[in-house]
C-alpha cells in the first residue's frame, strides 16, 4: 500500500521560510518521481518542483525556482521542500506526489496526471 505522509505546513510570516516533509512508502518501482503541488483557493493545482529518485533529476517551476529547493533523503524515504522568502501568493494547499518516470516525464514534470498516488495535503499560509 502506497503512503504519503506530509508535514511540515504552517504559518509564516512574509519573508519567512518553511520546510515540508513528504515520507513515502510502499512503492515498488524502482525510478520513480516525488513532486510536489500546490493548490491556492479558486485556483488550479500547479506543480512546484520534482526529484527523480534514482539519479537526483530535479525540476521546479519558475514561480519559486530561485526560492524553493526540493531534496530527498533515502535513508529516510523522505522528500523535502525547502521554502524562503515566501510570499502570499505562495499560500495554498501543499501535497506531494508520486508516480514512476515514464518515458517523456521529464518534459512535463508538472502533469498532474503523471502521477498516481498523492498526499493528504498540507496548508500553508503566508501572512503579508
Known amino acids: 500500500e502506497v503512503q504519503l505522509v506530509e508535514s511540515g505546513g504552517g504559518l509564516v510570516q512574509a519573508g519567512g521560510s518553511l520546510t515540508l516533509s513528504c515520507e513515502a512508502s510502499?512503492?515498488?518501482?524502482?525510478?520513480?518521481?516525488v513532486g510536489w503541488f500546490r493548490q491556492a483557493p479558486g485556483k488550479e493545482r500547479e506543480g512546484v518542483a520534482s526529484?527523480?529518485?534514482?539519479?537526483?533529476?530535479?525540476w521546479s517551476a519558475n514561480s519559486v525556482r530561485d526560492r524553493f529547493t526540493i531534496s530527498r533523503d533515502d535513508a529516510k524515504n523522505t522528500v523535502y521542500l525547502e521554502m524562503t522568502s515566501l510570499k502570499a501568493e505562495d499560500t495554498a494547499v501543499y501535497y506531494c506526489?508520486?508516480?514512476?518516470?515514464?518515458?517523456?516525464?521529464?518534459?512535463?514534470?508538472?502533469?498532474?496526471?503523471?502521477?498516481?498516488?498523492w498526499g493528504q495535503g498540507t496548508q500553508v499560509t503566508v501572512s503579508s
Open positions: 506526489a508520486v508516480g514512476p518516470i515514464r518515458p517523456g516525464f521529464w518534459a512535463r514534470p508538472d502533469n498532474i496526471a503523471a502521477y498516481d498516488y
Open positions: 510502499g512503492f515498488s518501482v524502482n525510478d520513480y518521481a
Open positions: 526529484i527523480s529518485s534514482s539519479d537526483g533529476t530535479s
